[in-house]
């Protein structure tokens, strides 16, 4: 595990793992400890989603990079040691450092890096588990129905715009009047033991102008496919890192 603390510079990724390795951290460290008022506080999963997001393209981009280094294979148009690696998608090769599409990058390393090239893997590699996880490509599907070019989890409003309300933590709601909804918010209190956040917009006569509800399970099945799909990805970058690698 010497890549841990020897400099970039002599990394056979030129940093990109190393430093997936910091954004998967400092997402997980988010998930796990709350800041103050992280209840009450909009959009408070958005920028471990985006670490997250961020981690698999760094980490797949790594990983392209010691596959065509380390097996020796030639990039489209340049050689397979070249500070300037390709991909190859859209029966066109350019620029690596181009390409922000997680799927792209995913299916790139898997179909044109790792599945050809099994045997040579576990004869270069031989302690490394080299094999597909099929549930990936189904995670993918779902992360990249929402965020394929890193830009939802990381602004408010994308050009996705008939998607990014589903992002949003306070969600606006329709309600009747100020008295029926005091009721409904009372009988709901009785029958639960949690409390929720709402926000009531009101003009001088009392009506309801808008209405707004705190979600508390904002793009769950997203925000799990990100976490599983690093988790996977921090997973192989290792065993790669360690076997085909040694140590670097």
Request: proline share 3%; with cysteine; aromatic share 12%.
């Amino acid at each position: 595990m010497q890549y841990l603390l020897s400099g970039i510079e002599l990394h056979p990724d030129k940093g990109f793992g190393i430093t997936a390795d910091a954004y998967y951290k400092s997402a997980e460290h988010l998930r796990t400890n709350h800041f103050e008022n992280y209840d009450s506080t909009q959009q408070a999963e958005m920028p471990q989603s985006f670490l997250y997001r961020h981690a698999i393209e760094l980490y797949l981009k790594s990983l392209i990079i010691i596959f065509h280094k380390e097996l020796k294979i030639k990039y489209g148009t340049v050689p397979f040691d070249s500070e300037e690696p390709e991909i190859f998608g859209n029966n066109q090769w350019r620029k690596l450092y181009t390409c922000h599409f997680i799927d792209e990058l995913y299916f790139y390393w898997l179909n044109n890096l790792l599945l050809p090239n099994i045997k040579l893997l576990q004869s270069s590699a031989p302690h490394g588990d080299w094999q597909e996880n099929l549930e990936i490509k189904n995670l993918l599907k779902v992360i990249c129905a929402y965020d394929q070019d890193s830009s939802y989890f990381r602004y408010p409003i994308t050009k996705n715009s008939s998607l990014d309300s589903k992002k949003y933590t306070m969600q606006k709601f329709k309600a009747t009047n100020l008295e029926n909804f005091i009721k409904e918010i009372q009988e709901q209190k009785r029958n639960s033991s949690g409390g929720s956040i709402t926000m009531l917009l009101v003009d001088d006569e009392d009506n309801i102008v808008n209405a707004f509800k705190r979600e508390e399970n904002v793009l769950t099945e997203v925000r799990d496919a990100l976490r599983e799909v690093a988790y996977y990805l921090h997973c192989i970058h290792i065993m790669t890192r360690v076997t085909l690698c040694q140590g670097m």
